[in-house]
């Protein structure tokens, strides 16, 4: 087995929401499969994640290391310095209905154990047999173990690379149904016709921020707050892919095919084939109109902004990274315009703005 060394978590230097706290003594420790192998179906590694602090904390899994029962991205791949395409699922996620299976916890001085495996989850065959660098993904949103989500802290690592060959077999491989037998959440006419007016709102509400960009420019202040300095280009043209999507082979579903629809998941785009998949919970989310009485932009849950979301993970290749208006406000300018919650957010906060 490659032994990658242990890595130190370091803490970012802003909260993702309400006052920040700093969680010491955390680290990884991750374990791979021989430097060579013959078939993408050996690339199976194991990450120990212990706490080495006095409090036990809890820890979002979605999209890290943590995550090893949904097929998120856990691991940024990469050849010869090339990244890998990524072939899993991208969530969105309500705050406010996360339950305990969306969190690990570790107590104190003690350790977790998640295991992955990775042939499903990456275009290997695009790739072709080579040398790839796995690195984990370990950027956590993360609360003391009695708090409330509201608290949420940013912490950040710095991992080292396992290399692994993989000399033989690079053949596409299928993402494994969670649930063998798919439950159609579906049970009336109405939810179509919900997912149908949640696809025109998405689209107008992505319009409405291409066009409040176009005229207000790269200074506005709600720009930058959410985009930083990034050119405006680069975020009107995923603005305008989705307001301009007429994929006729894009699947808008209200079937659970890969049994996601769990601890606080709205919705999910399976990237392989960009088909969007909606929870039950999407449901009880709102129409645009309520931005003007009844509900807030920090709420996150206008329809359409749920469903803008899951499109630029269609269209735009974004990723999620975190998830919150005003945690949203404090990435980087790379992580902000690859977020796609900073899409949602902001066009919901363009409609509050131009139109109640």
Do not use: W
């Given at each position: 087995?490659?032994?990658?060394?242990?890595?130190?978590?370091?803490?970012?230097?802003?909260?993702?929401?309400?006052?920040?706290?700093?969680?010491?003594?955390?680290?990884?420790?991750?374990?791979?499969?021989?430097?060579s192998v013959g078939s993408v179906d050996d690339l199976k590694f194991t990450?120990?994640?212990?706490?080495?602090?006095?409090?036990?904390?809890?820890?979002?899994?979605?999209?890290?290391?943590?995550?090893?029962?949904?097929?998120?991205?856990?691991?940024?791949?990469?050849?010869?310095?090339?990244?890998?395409?990524?072939?899993?699922?991208?969530?969105?996620?309500?705050?406010?209905?996360?339950?305990?299976?969306?969190?690990?916890?570790?107590?104190?001085?003690?350790?977790?154990?998640?295991?992955?495996?990775?042939?499903?989850?990456?275009?290997?065959?695009?790739?072709?047999?080579?040398?790839?660098?796995?690195?984990?993904?370990?950027?956590?949103?993360?609360?003391?173990?009695?708090?409330?989500?509201?608290?949420?802290?940013?912490?950040?690592?710095?991992?080292?690379?396992?290399?692994?060959?993989?000399?033989?077999?690079?053949?596409?491989?299928?993402?494994?149904?969670?649930?063998?037998?798919?439950?159609?959440?579906?049970?009336?006419?109405?939810?179509?016709?919900?997912?149908?007016?949640?696809?025109?709102?998405?689209?107008?509400?992505?319009?409405?921020?291409?066009?409040?960009?176009?005229?207000?420019?790269?200074?506005?202040?709600?720009?930058?707050?959410?985009?930083?300095?990034?050119?405006?280009?680069?975020?009107?043209?995923?603005?305008?892919?989705?307001?301009?999507?007429?994929?006729?082979?894009?699947?808008?579903?209200?079937?659970?095919?890969?049994?996601?629809?769990?601890?606080?998941?709205?919705?999910?785009?399976?990237?392989?084939?960009?088909?969007?998949?909606?929870?039950?919970?999407?449901?009880?989310?709102?129409?645009?109109?309520?931005?003007?009485?009844?509900?807030?932009?920090?709420?996150?849950?206008?329809?359409?902004?749920?469903?803008?979301?899951?499109?630029?993970?269609?269209?735009?290749?974004?990723?999620?990274?975190?998830?919150?208006?005003?945690?949203?406000?404090?990435?980087?300018?790379?992580?902000?315009?690859?977020?796609?919650?900073?899409?949602?957010?902001?066009?919901?906060?363009?409609?509050?703005?131009?139109?109640?």
């Amino acid at each position: 087995m490659f032994f990658a060394s242990f890595v130190s978590l370091a803490l970012a230097t802003s909260a993702l929401a309400g006052p920040y706290k700093r969680f010491d003594g955390i680290t990884v420790e991750l374990s791979g499969p021989a430097a060579s192998v013959g078939s993408v179906d050996d690339l199976k590694f194991t990450a120990s994640v212990k706490n080495t602090g006095s409090e036990a904390v809890k820890i979002l899994k979605y999209g890290t290391i943590l995550d090893e029962k949904l097929p998120t991205r856990s691991f940024t791949v990469t050849k010869d310095g090339a990244a890998v395409p990524f072939t899993g699922i991208k969530l969105s996620v309500s705050l406010n209905d996360l339950d305990d299976s969306a969190f690990t916890t570790i107590p104190a001085g003690e350790a977790v154990t998640v295991n992955h495996e990775v042939a499903s989850l990456f275009d290997f065959a695009s790739a072709g047999p080579g040398k790839f660098s796995f690195e984990p993904i370990t950027n956590f949103q993360v609360v003391g173990a009695e708090e409330s989500t509201e608290k949420f802290s940013k912490v950040q690592a710095t991992t080292a690379k396992v290399e692994v060959e993989v000399t033989g077999d690079v053949s596409k491989r299928e993402l494994p149904h969670l649930n063998k037998r798919a439950v159609d959440i579906c049970t009336t006419s109405t939810r179509k016709s919900f997912i149908d007016s949640s696809y025109s709102e998405g689209k107008s509400l992505a319009s409405g921020a291409s066009s409040y960009i176009s005229s207000h420019g790269a200074s506005d202040t709600l720009y930058r707050a959410y985009f930083g300095a990034t050119a405006t280009s680069r975020v009107t043209s995923i603005f305008n892919a989705v307001a301009s999507e007429n994929s006729g082979s894009r699947t808008l579903s209200c079937v659970d095919s890969l049994g996601a629809c769990s601890g606080g998941v709205i919705a999910y785009t399976v990237i392989s084939t960009t088909n969007i998949y909606f929870c039950s919970i999407f449901f009880n989310e709102v129409a645009s109109t309520n931005l003007c009485s009844g509900t807030t932009v920090a709420s996150r849950n206008v329809r359409g902004g749920t469903t803008l979301h899951e499109l630029t993970h269609a269209v735009g290749g974004t990723d999620d990274i975190q998830y919150g208006c005003a945690a949203d406000q404090a990435l980087s300018d790379a992580n902000s315009v690859a977020n796609a919650d900073n899409f949602n957010c902001f066009s919901t906060q363009v409609y509050a703005n131009t139109r109640c």
